[in-house]
């Protein structure tokens, strides 16, 4: 295939000395994120799906959201009895924790350390270096002097292999085990008590870290020093395979890789397909590498997501915010684009990508599967081409002669005409008609005829071309006392659809559509009327774009997309009118920067918040974020391009991003919902806690459980999690409470929970059910019991009847004696009020109330509180109802203005966060800012007003 003119004019120069990048971006949770210490020795998953991780200084449990924190105290049995993690196992509803001072055991259901003084007599007070559960109720345990088998249910112990120490085991087939000691490795007959044989390795040592791996298939790794070692089963021999620095922990992922730690040498990763490894290093320049070259643990959970304990850190690599692959500018790195500001993308048929940037264009290659790029910072030293080599290039196009179009944004239009080797600018000229209407030209097209549209900061240019190479334009632009002529001249898009319709997009002018009849030309406008929802949505047009299907879409830079819809009716606009879909409607943000479509015939839509997917079947919106791997800045206008396998690519200020859809593998593993805390005012409520006298949970909160509210302390919250660790933040919850919800309150994002006051007397159900992050829900709900007491006269009710009664005999009687002195005066005060009180429809009301109810919940499920720009219009948008009438409900119902209804909200976030330990390290003044207040004068005020306190005094009081 012949190469363009344009590559042969220059060397092309491809980068292959430097590797692009690491196949794995990794994530990283340290102690600024709750974690006990961040040296994390060792990983394990319970048996309900929690994960816990040993540190140097504790033991972490984590829900994917927080991190619950085991620690030792002296002198109290009931919590751990170290705080160096040096072991740990999961067995049936029991955590194995070895610490550098003995042993201790976790009931996983109620958190509680289980007591085991006989067993703990038995093993004494060592280091317990190794702990592995056979998965038929047994635990081996060994020390530096003695090893036992332990029952998990009677905590009955015995001695085995006396005369070895066991530094690490694995399961064999049948009743056999593989177990490394410091004799030898061993195969081992547990039925027989018999060692069938010893492999000579070497001595193992548990505190060398050495470990033993092994699969349903037959498989055996070990790590044994500086070695890897794989079993032969034929000639029943063990074979070095790679050699590193101080191996330790092996991991199998679901896609049949395995993964080494290595203390010096960070992670390893073999692939069976390629028998090749590959090496993860810590690299100071690039935050995604590993957090440190001394790894001690790597664990792969049933959602193939990679954890692995650092010195100085836990790192984990999750593949389902890893779908979105970037191209972008290294500082000191020629294998990296020129400038991450990206205007314009173009593929040619060599598959060579063109990349036009601030700066000029880039030249990509990629190895299959878009790997590896390679990237030439393309030149030309031809005279004519010497102002594009830097120039702002802001649109790359192919005609149907196999003529390249070079657009820039100020230094007009370049041609390259392949085979005749000719090469012009083309550039406005002061005063010369039939020269280009701008030299800032944005978009090009060539129409069903052949013919070029040229879209310009100064109209619409069209392209003449006479004998002998003679190119001239014809320019249409605004006219003020033409009605026909375009609207505007800053022209971003020209488009032709299915229909041979040609449309232009404009900066500030609308929509418009080209009419010609013989040589005439007009436009038929479109622009945004403010009372007519049909009608454009915003005037702001830059994206034009049609799908598989035929449909038209417009991409707005202020009010969403809007979809091309006919009716037929020639009076108005010639049948043509619009439907928005906006923020309102789950798009992630209303100023729209391109659009491409899937194979599955979904919009993606790139925005300055990132890249929505849109169904348009359902209408529904799925929108991805940085927190997904999607480059953080704005995209911008019409920068994408959609390869022949699918593959899009949107450019934008940080670089480009690009994706197969069609090829994202769904996440199918349906989520295990579980509670993990209750709160009563803030507090989080223990198994047996009295209050008012009424034990509010006999037992640890689960699925069926039944708890008890006093009448007077029933505002209460639940924290729950999903147990599902891919994208967490993506999970979503859906929770009602029978006989109070009409439907499921449906949330997600990194703090779910749900929150409920004022429950009248009675029993309810609150039900719970979770989707992952790709939408797959809980089959079942879970749920627990609430019944809440009556009792008026009892506590708190008590005092205020009391109080209420006092004051309502105080009030009568000044009232009667102000009869006595006043009585005309207070005839003529009631006949006013008479008349001045409004008859209230009894449905009417009831409507009322219920939107007071539909209020309340959307403040508490959505939290709109936190946006420190959230005003009366904006919440009465999200409500469904006006601005009046929402005012009418605060202050009629809610007895509060707008600011003190939403402040309230704020003020009790606050006290939420203060009296949280997590938050301690962040500042008062920023906790206010993000719960929404925009002042720091404004937040201690109103904080002081609402609560008595300043809010140094609140946290002081609570957290001391």
């Not at 800053?490 to 041979?500: A, C, E, H, L, T």
């Not at 690009?658 to 090829?663: G, K, V």
């Not at 992952?772 to 008590?798: A, C, H, M, T």
Request: aromatic share 14%.
């Amino acid at each position: 295939m012949q190469r363009d003119y344009l590559i042969r004019l220059f060397f092309y120069l491809l980068t292959c000395s430097l590797s692009w990048a690491q196949d794995y971006n990794f994530q990283h949770i340290t102690t600024v994120d709750g974690l006990s210490h961040n040296e994390v020795r060792k990983i394990v998953k319970d048996s309900k799906g929690f994960l816990w991780f040993g540190t140097q200084n504790g033991l972490n449990r984590f829900d994917g959201y927080r991190f619950k924190i085991f620690k030792h105290t002296p002198n109290d049995s009931t919590t751990i009895i170290g705080d160096k993690i040096f072991s740990l196992v999961s067995s049936d509803d029991q955590l194995w924790v070895g610490t550098v001072t003995g042993l201790s055991i976790i009931n996983t259901n109620t958190l509680d350390v289980i007591p085991s003084n006989e067993l703990l007599n038995t093993i004494g007070r060592k280091e317990i270096l190794q702990l592995f559960f056979d998965g038929v109720g047994k635990v081996w345990l060994s020390t530096d002097t003695t090893n036992f088998i332990i029952d998990t249910k009677t905590f009955e112990s015995r001695p085995i292999l006396e005369e070895y120490i066991i530094a690490c085991m694995a399961k064999g087939y049948g009743s056999t085990y593989w177990i490394g000691t410091d004799k030898g490795l061993l195969l081992y007959d547990n039925e027989k008590s018999s060692i069938v044989k010893v492999y000579e390795i070497g001595s193992f040592s548990g505190y060398g870290l050495d470990k033993i791996y092994t699969n349903s298939y037959g498989e055996v790794w070990l790590t044994f020093g500086d070695y890897i070692f794989r079993y032969e089963s034929k000639q029943d021999r063990f074979v070095r395979e790679y050699n590193s620095k101080l191996l330790n922990a092996i991991a199998e992922s679901n896609h049949k890789s395995i993964f080494f730690a290595s203390y010096g040498n960070g992670l390893l990763k073999y692939d069976r397909s390629t028998e090749q490894f590959t090496r993860f290093l810590a690299d100071p320049e690039n935050h995604m590498s590993l957090s440190s070259n001394d790894a001690y643990e790597v664990y792969i959970d049933r959602e193939d997501i990679v954890w692995v304990g650092t010195q100085e850190g836990l790192d984990y690599y999750d593949f389902s915010r890893h779908k979105f692959k970037s191209l972008t500018h290294l500082p000191n790195n020629e294998n990296s684009l020129r400038s991450s500001f990206v205007q314009t993308i173009f593929e040619d048929t060599d598959g060579i990508l063109w990349v036009g940037t601030r700066e000029g264009i880039d030249q990509v290659s990629f190895e299959k599967g878009y790997t590896n790029p390679k990237i030439n910072h393309f030149e030309i030293k031809e005279k004519v081409f010497q102002e594009l080599n830097g120039a702002y290039v802001s649109c790359i196009y192919r005609d149907s002669k196999n003529r390249m179009w070079i657009a820039t944004m100020n230094d007009g239009l370049f041609l390259c005409q392949n085979g005749k080797k000719v090469s012009r600018q083309f550039k406005n000229i002061e005063n010369d008609g039939k020269s280009i209407a701008s030299n800032s030209i944005r978009s090009i097209l060539e129409d069903h005829q052949g013919r070029l549209w040229f879209g310009t900061g100064g109209g619409l240019s069209l392209l003449k071309e006479e004998d002998g190479d003679d190119y001239t334009f014809e320019n249409l632009g605004y006219t003020k006392y033409n009605t026909g002529s375009l609207p505007l001249n800053d022209i971003y898009s020209v488009f032709q659809d299915s229909k041979r319709r040609i449309w232009i997009g404009m900066n500030k002018g609308g929509l418009a559509l080209l009419q010609e009849q013989g040589e005439g030309k007009s436009f038929l406008r479109f622009t945004n009327i403010p009372d007519d929802p049909k009608s454009l949505s915003n005037d702001d047009l830059f994206i034009i774009y049609e799908d598989t299907e035929n449909n038209v879409w417009f991409g707005t830079s202020g009010g969403g997309i809007n979809l091309l819809m006919e009716d037929g009716r020639q009076t108005n606009n010639n049948g043509y009118y619009f439907k928005r879909y906006t923020e309102l409607d789950g798009l992630s943000d209303n100023e729209v920067n391109a659009i491409l479509e899937d194979g599955e015939k979904n919009l993606w839509i790139a925005t300055n918040k990132g890249l929505s997917k849109f169904n348009p079947d359902k209408e529904s919106f799925t929108n991805y974020t940085t927190y997904d791997g999607v480059l953080k800045g704005k995209f911008r206008k019409n920068a994408r391009w959609k390869a022949k396998d699918g593959t899009l690519f949107f450019g934008g200020t940080a670089g480009i991003n690009f994706f197969n859809p069609d090829a994202f593998e769904k996440n199918t593993i349906a989520p295990r919902p579980v509670f993990t805390s209750f709160l009563i005012d803030g507090k989080k409520i223990k198994v047996g806690e009295k209050l008012d006298g009424s034990i509010v949970m006999s037992k640890p909160l689960a699925s069926g459980s039944r708890l008890t509210l006093p009448p007077d302390d029933n505002r209460f919250e639940v924290e729950f999690t999903s147990l599902s660790y891919a994208s967490p933040y993506r999970n979503q919850y859906a929770y009602k409470i029978e006989g109070i919800d009409t439907s499921w309150n449906i949330i997600s994002g990194k703090n779910p929970h749900a929150g409920y006051s004022n429950l009248p007397d009675g029993e309810f159900r609150f039900n719970l059910k979770a989707s992952n992050n790709d939408q797959v829900w809980s089959e079942n709900p879970i749920y627990f019991d609430i019944v809440v007491k009556s009792g008026f006269f009892n506590g708190k009710r008590l005092k205020w009847a009391i109080a209420l009664l006092l004051l309502t005999t105080v009030v009568l009687g000044v009232l009667l004696v102000t009869r006595f002195k006043k009585s005309s005066r207070l005839r003529r005060f009631n006949r006013k009020i008479r008349k001045s009180v409004k008859s209230v429809d009894p449905k009417t009301d009831k409507e009322n109330l219920e939107e007071v109810v539909r209020l309340n919940k959307l403040m508490n499920t959505e939290q709109l509180y936190l946006d420190a720009e959230l005003g009366l219009n904006q919440l009465a948008e999200r409500l469904g109802v006006s601005a009046n009438h929402l005012s009418m409900l605060l202050n009629e119902y809610i007895g509060k203005n707008f600011y003190d209804y939403v402040n309230a909200f704020r003020v009790e976030e606050v006290q939420r966060r203060l009296k949280d330990p997590a938050y301690k390290k962040q500042t008062i003044s920023s906790i206010g800012g993000d719960c929404g207040f925009n002042s720091k004068s404004t937040f201690n005020r109103i904080f002081k007003n609402l609560t008595g306190q300043t809010p140094s005094q609140y946290q002081k009081m609570h957290l001391n």
